[in-house]
Structure formats: structure tokens, C-alpha cells
């Protein structure tokens, strides 16, 4: 969700691919050969948060988001372009994987599975339409986190601010 800043990185900056070395940190954030990267649009569940399972087990909400993240890098080759800068410096990035000869894109897989979510601005508007889209039908599906009871992301990150300006 961190807002981007107003420089978006080199005209000239070209797609790469993910290395199977890339230091997954979060559901939507890795470091790769020192850089730091964040898909664009896509907000996984905060680390520390709990999710409940049908049977009340209590899981690690970030965790299963960044299970998700780490299961899809480590069986398709993603590739991803730089498209802005984060205001803490990482670069935003949108990402395709290589699945059985298809190329899909991965907030979307990610997001459509239930594993994560729609970013917003700070307004709480979603940065991109197709991934609340693709939010929506998972939660009406009840996919991957939307089976659990948990605290949405996006909820916790907006009240943040709020709470720090009382």
C-alpha cells in the first residue's frame, strides 16, 4: 500500500527475471541481488496478524500470504518489470509467471486465490480495478484467506494514519 513516489524509475528500465535465490520478506515484497521489490497494486497479509482456520487454529496471516508468494516463484519462471518507486525506495513492479506455456499475472494469481489483496491509496480507493475485481470473486468464493476469519490488510494500514494523527 505505500504510496509511490512522483519519480518513476529509468525510461530504459527493462523486464528481468526473478532469481530463485530472491529473498522473499513478504507476501507482496523480496530482495533480489541487494534491490528491494513490491508488485504493484497487490497487499498481502501483514506478518504478525492472525488468521483463523475453520477449526480455530490461529496461523501467522502474513505467512501463509508469503507461503503463497514463495510456492509461485519457486515453480514458474517470473519475470517482472519495473514500473515506480516506492517511498521507501523499493521498486514497484508488475509480474508474469510461466505456467504450463501460459504467461499469468501475479497479483492476479494471487489475489484470485485468496492469498492476497487489492491495494488502495491512501483514500482507500483500489490502486488497480482488475485485482478488487479479482478480490471480490474470491472473497463471494471464500478462497484461500476469505475461508478464515482474519483482519483485511488494507483495513489495518488505512486506520494506521488516523490512529497516529489522535
Keep these: 500500500m505505500s504510496a509511490q513516489s512522483?519519480?518513476?524509475?529509468?525510461?530504459?528500465?527493462?523486464?528481468?527475471?526473478?532469481?530463485?535465490?530472491?529473498?522473499?520478506?513478504?507476501?507482496?515484497?523480496?530482495?533480489?541481488?541487494?534491490?528491494?521489490?513490491?508488485?504493484?497494486?497487490?497487499?498481502?497479509?501483514?506478518?504478525?496478524?492472525?488468521?483463523?482456520?475453520?477449526?480455530?487454529?490461529?496461523?501467522?496471516?502474513?505467512?501463509?500470504?508469503?507461503?503463497?508468494?514463495?510456492?509461485?516463484?519457486?515453480?514458474?519462471?517470473?519475470?517482472?518489470?519495473?514500473?515506480?518507486?516506492?517511498?521507501?525506495?523499493?521498486?514497484?513492479?508488475?509480474?508474469?509467471?510461466?505456467?504450463?506455456g501460459n504467461t499469468i499475472d501475479v497479483g492476479t494469481a494471487l489475489i484470485a486465490a485468496g492469498y492476497a489483496f487489492a491495494a488502495t491509496d491512501p483514500k482507500g480507493n483500489a490502486v488497480s480495478a482488475n485485482y478488487l475485481v479479482a478480490e471480490l470473486n474470491a472473497k463471494m468464493k471464500a478462497d484461500g484467506l476469505w475461508a478464515m476469519k482474519f483482519q483485511h490488510p488494507v483495513e489495518l494500514l488505512l486506520k494506521r494514519p488516523r490512529e497516529r494523527k489522535q
Design 6 to 100: 512522483a519519480a518513476p524509475p529509468s525510461a530504459t528500465a527493462t523486464p528481468f527475471l526473478v532469481s530463485k535465490s530472491a529473498e522473499l520478506l513478504t507476501g507482496d515484497t523480496w530482495r533480489d541481488d541487494g534491490k528491494l521489490y513490491r508488485l504493484y497494486g497487490v497487499q498481502s497479509c501483514l506478518r504478525g496478524t492472525i488468521a483463523l482456520n475453520a477449526n480455530g487454529k490461529e496461523l501467522d496471516c502474513g505467512n501463509v500470504s508469503l507461503a503463497h508468494l514463495a510456492a509461485l516463484f519457486s515453480t514458474a519462471a517470473v519475470t517482472c518489470q519495473p514500473i515506480a518507486l516506492a517511498l521507501d525506495k523499493a521498486t514497484f513492479v508488475v509480474c508474469g509467471a510461466k505456467l504450463d
